[in-house]
Protein backbone atom coordinates (compact mmCIF):
# COMPACT_ATOMS: atom_id res chain seq x y z
CA UNK A 1 0.00 0.00 0.00
CA UNK A 2 1.40 3.23 -0.64
CA UNK A 3 0.12 6.66 1.31
CA UNK A 4 -0.38 10.36 0.93
CA UNK A 5 -1.32 12.81 3.77
CA UNK A 6 -2.63 15.64 3.16
CA UNK A 7 -4.49 18.99 5.14
CA UNK A 8 -1.74 20.05 6.82
CA UNK A 9 -1.59 24.23 7.18
CA UNK A 10 -1.13 27.17 9.50
CA UNK A 11 -4.19 27.76 12.18
CA UNK A 12 -4.15 29.73 15.52
CA UNK A 13 -4.72 27.96 19.03
CA UNK A 14 -7.97 26.62 19.58
CA UNK A 15 -9.24 25.91 15.78
CA UNK A 16 -9.23 22.75 14.31
CA UNK A 17 -7.57 20.75 11.55
CA UNK A 18 -8.82 17.49 9.64
CA UNK A 19 -5.75 15.53 8.35
CA UNK A 20 -6.47 13.17 5.15
CA UNK A 21 -4.04 9.83 4.47
CA UNK A 22 -5.12 8.27 1.16
CA UNK A 23 -4.00 4.67 0.20
CA UNK A 24 -3.37 3.17 -3.53
CA UNK A 25 -2.91 -0.46 -3.85
CA UNK A 26 -5.08 -3.22 -2.05
CA UNK A 27 -6.51 -4.89 1.20
CA UNK A 28 -6.25 -1.38 2.65
CA UNK A 29 -8.97 -2.66 4.66
CA UNK A 30 -7.07 -5.42 6.28
CA UNK A 31 -4.19 -2.89 7.38
CA UNK A 32 -4.38 -0.58 10.84
CA UNK A 33 -3.82 2.79 9.90
CA UNK A 34 -1.47 5.14 12.58
CA UNK A 35 -0.66 8.79 12.83
CA UNK A 36 2.87 9.86 13.95
CA UNK A 37 4.38 13.44 14.39
CA UNK A 38 7.86 14.30 14.72
CA UNK A 39 8.43 18.34 15.92
CA UNK A 40 12.34 19.81 14.92
CA UNK A 41 15.02 18.41 17.75
CA UNK A 42 13.05 15.78 18.91
CA UNK A 43 11.81 11.69 17.75
CA UNK A 44 8.85 10.89 16.11
CA UNK A 45 5.93 9.92 18.58
CA UNK A 46 2.51 7.97 17.92
CA UNK A 47 -0.40 10.15 18.03
CA UNK A 48 -2.86 7.83 17.21
CA UNK A 49 -3.85 4.28 15.63
CA UNK A 50 -7.57 2.71 14.03
CA UNK A 51 -7.55 -0.62 13.94
CA UNK A 52 -8.28 -2.90 10.86
CA UNK A 53 -10.60 -5.35 12.70
CA UNK A 54 -14.29 -4.38 12.64
CA UNK A 55 -15.09 -1.97 15.50
CA UNK A 56 -12.13 -0.48 14.69
CA UNK A 57 -11.11 -0.08 18.25
CA UNK A 58 -8.86 3.47 18.29
CA UNK A 59 -5.59 4.46 20.54
CA UNK A 60 -4.13 7.79 21.71
CA UNK A 61 -1.59 9.47 23.13
CA UNK A 62 -2.37 10.81 26.11
CA UNK A 63 -1.82 14.14 24.88
CA UNK A 64 -3.77 14.66 22.36
CA UNK A 65 -6.23 12.12 23.64
CA UNK A 66 -10.17 14.12 24.45
CA UNK A 67 -8.99 16.54 21.17
CA UNK A 68 -7.73 14.49 18.16
CA UNK A 69 -10.00 11.97 16.52
CA UNK A 70 -8.69 9.34 14.36
CA UNK A 71 -10.85 7.27 11.64
CA UNK A 72 -11.15 5.69 8.60
CA UNK A 73 -13.67 5.13 5.34
CA UNK A 74 -12.10 1.80 3.73
CA UNK A 75 -14.31 1.76 0.97
CA UNK A 76 -12.40 5.52 -0.08
CA UNK A 77 -9.04 3.57 0.96
CA UNK A 78 -8.55 6.77 3.40
CA UNK A 79 -7.89 7.54 7.00
CA UNK A 80 -8.24 10.80 8.77
CA UNK A 81 -7.32 12.66 12.23
CA UNK A 82 -9.85 15.09 13.53
CA UNK A 83 -7.92 17.36 15.00
CA UNK A 84 -9.48 19.99 17.80
CA UNK A 85 -8.68 22.77 20.35
CA UNK A 86 -4.73 22.74 18.61
CA UNK A 87 -1.77 23.98 20.75
CA UNK A 88 1.66 25.63 19.84
CA UNK A 89 3.08 22.33 20.89
CA UNK A 90 1.38 20.33 18.08
CA UNK A 91 3.63 21.91 15.82
CA UNK A 92 4.93 19.04 13.88
CA UNK A 93 5.38 17.25 10.60
CA UNK A 94 2.11 14.41 10.54
CA UNK A 95 3.07 10.71 8.86
CA UNK A 96 0.31 8.74 8.44
CA UNK A 97 1.23 4.86 8.26
CA UNK A 98 -0.16 1.51 7.81
CA UNK A 99 0.42 -1.90 9.21
CA UNK A 100 -0.37 -5.27 8.60
CA UNK A 101 -0.98 -8.05 11.06
CA UNK A 102 -1.12 -6.13 14.28
CA UNK A 103 -3.38 -5.20 16.85
CA UNK A 104 -1.53 -2.24 18.22
CA UNK A 105 0.35 1.40 16.72
CA UNK A 106 2.49 2.10 19.51
CA UNK A 107 6.01 1.04 17.73
CA UNK A 108 6.64 2.45 14.93
CA UNK A 109 8.59 -0.28 14.00
CA UNK A 110 5.39 -2.47 13.10
CA UNK A 111 4.48 -0.57 10.07
CA UNK A 112 5.12 -1.22 6.52
CA UNK A 113 4.35 1.94 4.98
CA UNK A 114 4.50 5.78 5.62
CA UNK A 115 3.44 8.94 3.28
CA UNK A 116 5.60 11.84 3.09
CA UNK A 117 4.73 14.16 6.03
CA UNK A 118 2.21 17.29 6.16
CA UNK A 119 3.19 19.74 7.96
CA UNK A 120 0.74 21.56 11.32
CA UNK A 121 1.83 24.82 12.28
CA UNK A 122 -0.16 26.01 15.24
CA UNK A 123 0.35 29.49 16.22
CA UNK A 124 -0.29 31.07 19.63
Known amino acids: VQLQASGGGLVQAGDSLKLTCTASGRAFNMYGMGWFRQSPGKEREFVAY?????????TYADSVKGRFTISRDNAKKTAYLQMTSLKPEDTAVYYC?????????????????WGQGTLVTVSS
Open 50 to 58: ISWKPGAST
Open 97 to 113: AANRGYESGLNPATFDA
